[in-house]
């Protein structure tokens, strides 16, 4: 599986940004979604999570109620939509497939909260 995320950038606190991440693997709907990000001198931690037919949906606390992720079965493609952005939002945003042949992660897409 190849994962290309894409619409990070740079916005004001209170902004919106709409990270997309397209999948090459033609039986996209076979894997879980999730999106992660990682913050400079940080690890990498979870955001938010979507399952195979999207009717299960998890966030992070810090994001709850914010953002919100959903995907395209039809398309290979799953979201994040970001809301009311925050400086402690800025970070690395990766995309991650899981299934049964394994876990793969896109290139990230850095996305950048100005105060």
């Known amino acids: 599986v190849q994962l290309q995320a894409s619409g990070g950038g740079l916005v004001q606190a209170g902004g919106s940004l709409r990270l997309s991440c397209a999948a090459s693997?033609?039986?996209?709907?076979?894997?879980?979604m999730g999106w992660f990000r990682q913050a400079p001198g940080k690890e990498r931690e979870f955001v938010a999570v979507i399952d195979r037919s999207g009717g299960s949906i998890s966030y992070a606390d810090s994001v709850k109620g914010r953002f919100a992720i959903s995907r395209d079965n039809a398309k290979n493609t799953v979201s994040l939509q970001m809301n009311s952005l925050k400086p402690e939002d800025t970070a690395v945003y990766y995309c991650?497939?899981?299934?049964?042949?394994?876990?793969?992660w896109g290139q990230g897409t850095q996305v950048t909260v100005s105060s």
């Open positions: 693997k033609r039986f996209f709907s076979n894997y879980v």
């Open positions: 991650r497939a899981s299934g049964a042949l394994g876990v793969y």
